[in-house]
């Protein structure tokens, strides 16, 4: 399957996850990312979150004076468009959550073609109506010619069940399809790091460095950091960690699987020794989001172009992928491409040479 470039525009704060239509969003941008290039064009500024891969924030983008906002919309978001489009990104397939913003799909830049579609989540018509029997006012009402309008301005209706599919398509439109939600339960609190490991010396310099450098000081209170494995028994260990704010030490680990049911995030801030890192692999078996350094990484090119594996080298760069791997959509992404490169690698095809050489020997 060839990647493509898609765009979300929206105004909702959707990472939030604190509505329903905030987690539809959410659910259809994590699928999307899965086999494509997905990017975020924000229309409300009012909480930057630079974390966020992949997410602009349209005031960054405004080179224009205007007259109202929808203009600034308008103007930010094509000159966004040419910015990409200067560093070889074309987007093919542009979404708009919510009809309210076909004054941007209407007015198209003219660089290139891509296709619009929009993410109706409601009938609205029918929703102003059924407030309006009610004695409510809905917040952003339409009647049904007012949302016939707007929707003449997309390429593509998403409707978000049969029954709208339906309603849309009596309206006229015969470029209507359905996409229900599918919700997948976050993890709430992506703050438990892990670190397993044998009782080496490489393995205690490695969590001595990441601690003195990167958990004592520098990482938010409300993080954890779970040693496991021989290492945790270790006097050493024991001596400088034992009693420490937020440190774990736990042994024994009679079953791995119970270390990394524990964590969120494992890590291995490997500081010296060479070959391929065993707890690296298992913890791509067992579907964990994995931060290494340069040094951890030796001999996971394919890991590292798959984009399974998160690399940091220095301080600010373990802080930025641990808090970027602590927001959810990011560490359910990481966890959906984990997930392919696994369905991809058997151990048939991982001991495939191997077993040619027992056939044939």
């Known amino acids: 399957m060839i990647k493509k470039d898609i765009l979300i525009v929206t105004d909702i704060l959707f990472w939030k996850m604190m509505r329903g239509n905030n987690n539809r969003i959410s659910s259809y941008c994590n699928y999307l990312s899965l086999e ?9 500024n009012d909480e930057k979150d630079y974390s966020l891969k992949n997410c ?7 080179s224009d004076d205007c007259e109202n906002i929808k203009e600034e919309h ?3 978001l094509n000159s966004f468009i040419k910015k990409k489009l200067y560093a070889d990104k074309k987007y093919e397939i542009v979404i708009f959550p919510y009809i309210w913003s076909d004054y941007l799909a209407k007015d198209k830049h003219d660089l ?20 309006r029997e009610y004695g409510v006012n809905y917040r952003r009402p339409y009647t049904l010619e007012e949302e016939k309008e707007s929707l003449k301005g997309f390429d593509y209706i998403m409707a978000i069940c049969d029954e709208e599919k339906l309603l849309f398509e009596e309206m006229g439109f015969s ?14 609190n992506l703050n438990k790091l892990g670190f397993i490991a044998s009782n080496n010396l490489s393995s205690f310099e490695s969590i001595k460095w990441f601690y003195k450098n990167v958990f004592k000081n520098k990482l938010d209170s409300n993080y954890y950091l779970y040693i496991c494995g021989d290492l945790s028994k270790a006097p050493e260990t024991r001596r400088m960690f034992l009693g420490k704010k937020n440190i774990v030490l736990y042994a024994p680990i009679f079953n791995i699987s119970d270390f990394y049911r524990m964590v969120d ?19 791509i078996s067992f579907e964990k989001p994995i931060i290494s350094n340069k040094q951890g990484l030796q001999g996971m090119i394919e890991e590292k172009k798959y984009g399974i594996i998160e690399e940091a ?3 600010g760069e373990w ?42 020997g």
Not at 36 to 44: E, G, K, Y
Not at 56 to 62: A, G, T
Not at 175 to 188: A, G, H, L, Q, R
Not at 267 to 276: A, V
């Open 265 to 283: 995030i494992a890590i291995n801030p490997c500081m010296f020794g060479s070959g391929l890192k065993i707890k690296n692999i298992e913890a």
């Open 319 to 360: 802080l930025g992928k641990i808090k970027y791997l602590s927001n959810n959509i990011n560490h359910s992404n990481t966890i959906h491409k984990i997930q392919g490169y696994n369905q991809k690698n058997s151990a048939d095809k991982i001991y495939r040479e191997l077993n040619a050489v027992v056939s044939n």
């Open 112 to 131: 290139y073609e891509y296709k619009t579609i929009v993410d109706t989540n409601d009938c609205l018509s029918k929703r102003s109506e059924s407030f």
């Open 74 to 76: 308008v103007s930010a």
């Open 56 to 62: 602009y924030y349209y005031d960054d983008f405004l």
């Open 36 to 44: 494509n290039n997905v990017d975020i064009f924000m229309l409300n």
């Open 175 to 188: 470029n209507v399809f359905t996409s229900k939600y599918f919700y997948e339960k976050p993890n709430d």
């Open 313 to 315: 080298n220095t301080v």
